[in-house]
């Protein structure tokens, strides 16, 4: 059974560096075929997603975040990492890593999220 659980600070002031930590447990991040997403859900919106990290350590982010997005990983401990820079009042969400399977091309397992505020 796939765990991720993400972990960070709830409160972030605008224009500082949002860190994000997702902790994988019960399968590697390393393994072929599956890619690890951080997706986020603003108040009142839909499902965005942030960007990817692949088995492989390469990376894909979304255009629209893309400038200010960096995603990476630690394989010796088996966690993801975001980090959002210069953030704003509308980067307040809902963040969650997700697990994505290629074959499949869906999601298949998702943390249960962690609230970000952007406020000062």
């Known amino acids: 059974q796939v765990q991720l659980q993400e972990s960070g600070p709830g409160l972030v002031k605008p224009s500082q560096t949002l860190s994000l930590t997702c902790i994988v447990s019960g399968g590697s991040i390393t393994t072929t075929g599956y890619n690890w997403n951080w997706i986020r859900q603003a108040p009142g919106k839909g499902l965005e997603r942030i960007g990817s990290?692949?088995?492989?350590?390469?990376?894909m982010y979304s255009p629209s975040l893309q400038s200010r997005t960096a995603i990476s990983r630690d394989t010796s401990k088996n966690h993801i990492t975001l980090q959002l820079s210069s953030v704003t009042p509308e980067d307040t969400a809902v963040y969650y890593c997700a697990r994505w399977v290629a074959n499949k091309l869906g999601y298949d397992y998702w943390g249960q999220g962690i609230q970000v505020t952007v406020s000062s």
């Open positions: 990290i692949f088995y492989s350590g390469g990376t």
